[in-house]
T-cell receptor, first 115, second 115 residues
Framework: AQSVAQPEDQVNVAEGNPLTVKCTYSVSGNPYLFWYVQYPNRGLQFLLKYITGDNLVKGSYGFEAEFNKSQTSFHLKKPSALVSDSALYFCAVRDRGDRDDKIIFGKGTRLHILP | DGGITQSPKYLFRKEGQNVTLSCEQN?????MYWYRQDPGQGLRLIYY???????QKGDIAEGYSVSREKKESFPLTVTSAQKNPTAFYLCASSIVPGGPGDEQFFGPGTRLTVL
């Protein structure tokens, strides 16, 4: 069965500093990986995804993520944090070999950018 | 504008009452999903549908029911059998069931409170 873990409930970063939000996954086959962001009382917004190819994926709002197969990780990064990046971030995984169209979401990491 | 709409945004219900949450999409997506979000637990899949007139149970289907009579619509009924229905409910859709790495698009959510 597939699973995804976000080991940090909360991450605090000073504005202008680089940020990293961690994600590790477990699938029986090869993964599709996603990052979403959620602002208060809103739905989730898609940030980026890894399907195949280049391990470094670039997405919306200056975010990027690096797929590391040996470490089964897909950490979200941004070189310089903005206060407006403060939100709840979800990592998600889908097993390519899974016939069911199900994506498994992590529990989320709350990102606080301190001015 | 294309997108997913959910109504109402806030919903209050007395114990013992059934209530139906609306989800409509004009993205021409085949697959639709319902998630429940509770603090600290991430998103949990309630039901999903890959095609009209067909749907499957997710991880926490007990106490919920759905229908998929039209491609655009996927209403969720929270029945009196759901023991703890107070939560934030999110509807999502994706282009093609089982498509390679298709991300899900989310509605703005409905916050249900049982009084």
């Amino acid at each position: 069965a597939q699973s995804v873990a976000q080991p940090e409930d909360q991450v605090n970063v000073a504005e202008g500093n680089p940020l990293t939000v961690k994600c590790t996954y477990s699938v029986s086959g090869n993964p599709y990986l996603f990052w979403y962001v959620q602002y208060p009382n809103r739905g989730l917004q898609f940030l980026l995804k890894y399907i195949t190819g280049d391990n470094l994926v670039k997405g919306s709002y200056g975010f990027e993520a690096e797929f590391n197969k040996s470490q089964t990780s897909f950490h979200l990064k941004k070189p310089s944090a903005l206060v407006s990046d403060s939100a709840l971030y979800f990592c998600a995984v889908r097993d390519r070999g899974d016939r069911d169209d199900k994506i498994i979401f992590g529990k989320g990491t709350r990102l606080h950018i301190l001015p | 504008d294309g997108g997913i709409t959910q109504s109402p945004k806030y919903l209050f219900r007395k114990e013992g009452q059934n209530v139906t949450l609306s989800c409509e999409q004009n993205l021409n997506h085949d697959a639709m999903y319902w998630y429940r979000q509770d603090p600290g637990q991430g998103l949990r899949l309630i039901y999903y549908s890959q095609i009209v007139n067909d749907f499957q149970k997710g991880d926490i289907a007990e106490g919920y029911s759905v229908s998929r009579e039209k491609k655009e619509s996927f209403p969720l009924t929270v029945t009196s059998a759901q023991k703890n229905p107070t939560a934030f409910y999110l509807c999502a859709s994706s282009i093609v069931p089982g498509g390679p790495g298709d991300e899900q698009f989310f509605g703005p959510g409905t916050r249900l409170t049982v009084l």
